[in-house]
């Protein structure tokens, strides 16, 4: 999902998404979205995704 339909989704701008994404990168030693994927939702940081979520992201 962009940062934009994230931001949408959440009702927040798409520069609070960025630096969201960017502090959890921090927090766990990566620098790409998909290095931050897995240990995120081992961490339980990620939701359960839904089949409307799935489909859109």
């Given amino acids: 999902m962009k940062d934009v339909a994230t931001g949408r989704a959440l009702g927040v701008s798409r ?3 960025q630096k969201h994404v960017s502090n959890a990168g921090a927090a ?4 790409t979205r ?3 994927g897995l240990p995120a939702a081992q ?3 990620l939701g359960p995704r839904t089949h409307r979520n ?4």
């Fill in 15 to 17: 520069r609070t998404v």
């Fill in 43 to 45: 961490l339980g940081w």
């Fill in 34 to 36: 998909f290095q931050k």
């Fill in 54 to 57: 799935a489909a859109n992201g």
């Fill in 28 to 31: 766990l030693g990566s620098t």
